[in-house]
């Protein structure tokens, strides 16, 4: 079952290629659709392999995203004069604070698998942005400088009067890269802030023996129905 999960995604972005059509749409999509009732994650929970393999990759990748950060582009150039520290902070923060959370605030109660304010205010936060929006940046500056998904060899250098498009290949990298900067330390550390606010919310003799090392179920959430519990208990 979990090659076959490893699979689909491959098979799903080799069909979206071949159609031409978005092929990390497509495989989203496969994903989103193959997850929607939690039958598989059930099947698959006692199982390590995919959790170390998420890891493995996603350590990898985000070091490889460390080493090529833009840090130089962050601030002020001759062709994008408006990046700047405090322009980019701001704009991160507007990106996480209405991104997600709004919609998912106005929408829960249509939604099945969200029952309470609490659930919808931890699903509208914890949307973390990484590898997907890197990819999609690269994939649109390269439509920018080519018309392609191919991206240039080496990045092109312009020389003023600089063109929209050229502010445009300029400007969408470094921002792309900050916010998913952000986005990894601002979601990185709220699971350690929840952790640590558990710790210390519970009483001297009840909390983890190590600190922050709690893994209950939050205050306020109700993800399991009372059919899976009944299910549970059957099965136990």
């Not at 990390?24 to 496969?30: K, N």
Request: proline share 8%.
């Amino acid at each position: 079952m979990i090659v076959f999960y490893l699979l689909l995604a491959i098979f799903s972005v080799g069909v979206g290629s071949i159609l031409g059509s978005d092929d990390f749409l497509v495989a989203f999509g496969a994903g989103y659709g193959f997850a929607r009732d939690g039958w598989f994650s059930k099947k698959i929970k006692d199982a390590h392999l995919p959790d170390v393999t998420d890891l493995l990759l996603n350590s990898a990748m985000f070091i490889y995203l460390g080493t090529i950060m833009p840090w130089e582009a962050f601030s002020p150039r001759d062709i994008t004069p408006y990046v700047t520290p405090l322009r980019l902070l701001g704009f991160a923060a507007l990106v996480l604070c209405f991104r997600r959370i709004p919609i998912m605030l106005a929408t829960y109660k249509i939604n099945p698998d969200i029952r309470t304010f609490r659930e919808a205010l931890f699903c509208g936060h914890f949307g973390p942005m990484g590898l997907g929006a890197i990819f999609l940046a690269i994939e649109a500056r390269a439509t920018l400088e080519t018309g392609t998904s191919e991206p240039l060899p080496h990045p092109p250098k312009f020389s003023p009067p600089y063109s929209n498009r050229e502010k445009g290949v300029e400007m969408l990298w470094p921002v792309v890269c900050f916010v998913v900067m952000c986005s990894t330390f601002v979601h990185g550390l709220s699971v350690l802030g929840l952790s640590l606010a558990s710790h210390f919310r519970r009483k001297e003799g009840e909390r983890a023996p190590l600190l922050a090392q709690e893994t209950d179920p939050l205050d306020g959430m109700e993800h399991e129905r009372p059919e899976d519990l009944d299910t549970d208990h059957e099965e136990d």
